[in-house]
């Protein structure tokens, strides 16, 4: 008991560190924030964050790959198994509309580090860790499942691999939202029904005609 105690407060001083972090680079950007902003406004000490982190750049990283996972997750877990491919599909591009809009910071942040990566100064190590995240997400990518599953039951037929497709629906669906949810975006264009049905009308379209 008292260990898993212990354990708890771990992880919750983890989670602090994690959310202070993405709330702060959020607001200030990549390179601006110091171990010591991340410190005060989890309210811990620096001796905590290197039970967790080794690097600001680290807990950087974490944060991307955090979030990349609680989406794709998300997204995921909509699909129904009893529906063809082409209905799971719907339902998943639906749930991810729902959770850009509910989690608009999620998407922010994705597409802050993405602009950054290429420029910013990881380690070598940090930058292997972070390739091979994404050649695993590559290799058995959310959305393959159900496109298969499209593919099988002929709903989906588009001829592109099915590796093509998931990746062409990703860019185009993350693309779109993380324009959508700029704050600059969300005051001047605030994303409506109308706007999002006609993005999954479209990826639909693509998806599920072979002309």
Known sequence: MNENYHQQIRNKHRDDLIAAGKELFLKHGLLQVKIKDVCSKAELSRVTFYKHFQSLDELLLTIQMQLVVNLTDHVSLSGNTGLNGREQLEAMLHAWISFARNHPDHIRFIQLF???????????ELRETYDRFNQIGKENHFLLDVLN??????SIKNTSSPLQLAQFIFTVMMGALQKMVTRRSVDLYPPNEQMTGQLVDMLLHYACHDD
């Open 114 to 124: 993405d602009i950054n990566y290429e420029v910013y100064d990881f380690t070598p």
């Open 149 to 154: 599953a499209g593919i099988a039951d002929d």
